[in-house]
């Protein structure tokens, strides 16, 4: 027999609630925190849940849990190299376990997380088209079966989570990318000020005057950057 699961009105509200908030955040940590606490919301009698993130290699990326069983639960995974979140990421498919003591797929993981409390869980994959970029977990206290329907709402708040993953990831990546160019155009303002002045005191064309500049960087072992800006700060009125 199924345990109540939110009706149609409530879910619509769990994804509500989650997207106001997911949409608010700026960072892929913040949203994985969110997320978490979003399935929990989505079904009310569990012990916990969790999101990890995945790299090609199957090592973590990023990771997030409502308490701490949950994050030893997870941690425990990885460091034998079992467990229900790597079997869903690395299938794409769902993975349910309805007694982890009498679970044999993975049994060393089973035993542990039996001994931290936490008797079941169901594990979905994180996707982006077919490929897994990670999982979201829930954790129950009990030996339980999720039915189903529950296995499909994880699924839905899953498929949600993606979506707003992904997009964060990108917001991320752009930033990243634009404060590397704005370094790179600050160091270029820089190293351009640097040259003229070596061409006006040295007499140097542009290229030796720069070649200059690079076999310093070379023989210091410090950044072009950086010894463009000691030329500039050794030139009275231009020195910050």
Do not use: H
Not at 96 to 118: H, I, K, M, Y
Not at 123 to 146: E, Q
Not at 161 to 166: D, E, H, R
Not at 191 to 210: D, F, H, N, P
């Amino acid at each position: 027999m199924d345990t109540e699961l939110p009706l149609a009105d409530e879910l619509a509200a769990v994804f509500a609630r989650a997207t106001n908030m997911l949409l608010s955040e700026e960072t892929v940590s913040n949203a994985l925190n969110l997320i978490t606490e979003a399935a929990v919301l989505a079904v009310d009698d569990a012990s916990g849940a969790g999101v990890s993130l995945m790299d090609p290699d199957g090592s973590r990326s990023s990771t997030a849990s409502t308490n701490s069983l949950v994050a030893q639960a997870d941690s425990l995974q990885y460091e034998l190299g079992q467990g229900p979140c790597l079997t869903a990421w690395a299938s794409g498919e769902p993975v349910n376990v309805e007694d982890v003591r009498a679970d044999s797929r993975w049994p060393e993981w089973g035993v542990a997380a039996s001994d931290l409390g936490l008797r079941s869980c169901v594990s979905v994959p994180l996707l982006s088209g077919d490929l897994a970029f990670g999982a979201i977990k829930i954790y129950w206290d009990r030996p339980r079966f999720a039915s189903p329907r529950l296995i499909r709402l994880v699924e839905m708040l899953a498929a949600q989570a993606s979506i707003f993953l992904l997009n964060i990831q990108s917001r991320e990546k752009v930033a990243m990318l634009s404060d590397q160019l704005k370094i790179a155009l600050s160091q270029r303002d820089i190293v351009g000020t640097a040259k003229g002045i070596v061409m006006a005191r040295q007499g140097l064309s542009e290229g030796e005057a720069i070649l200059y500049l690079i076999t310093r960087s070379n023989n210091e072992g410090r950044p072009l950057g950086a010894i463009a800006q000691d030329v500039v700060d050794a030139l009275p009125g231009l020195g910050s």
